[in-house]
């Protein structure tokens, strides 16, 4: 079955970096578009970034641009989240989530149990 496990969070001080992995299995990783979606507390999902097949295309929240890189290893079939210069309002449970089709805006159908990420000083 499709299983994908996110990690790498771990506490971390404003301004910092950290870089999360998702290790997917299940499926043929490259034939499938990937996300990361993020859930702050006691508040819902916001979707963060996503990624094409060859890792070419990407995609973010406009307010992330430049903050956030999202890549893929498909040799790896990992999927990564490079964070830098982290705000307190980056806390959040950040799940790896793997997309209907290789389309980038075709929804989730399969996430991970998610990695948390607290910034704090």
């Known amino acids: 079955e499709v299983e994908l496990v996110e990690s790498g969070g771990g506490l971390v001080q404003p301004g910092g970096s950290l870089r999360l992995s998702c290790a997917a299995s299940g499926f043929t990783f490259v034939n499938y578009a990937m996300n990361w979606v993020r859930q702050a507390p006691g508040k819902g999902l916001e979707w963060v970034s996503a990624?094409?097949?060859?890792?070419?295309?990407?995609t973010y929240v406009e307010r992330m641009k430049g903050r956030f890189t999202i890549s893929r290893d498909n040799a790896k079939n990992t999927l990564y989240l490079q964070v830098n210069g982290l705000k307190s309002e980056d806390t959040a449970v950040y799940y790896c989530?793997?997309?209907?089709?290789?389309?980038?805006?075709?929804?989730?159908?399969?996430w991970g149990r998610g990695t948390l990420v607290t910034v704090s000083s």
């Open positions: 990624i094409n097949r060859n890792g070419l295309v990407t």
């Open positions: 989530a793997k997309s209907r089709s290789f389309l980038l805006y075709d929804g989730m159908d399969y």
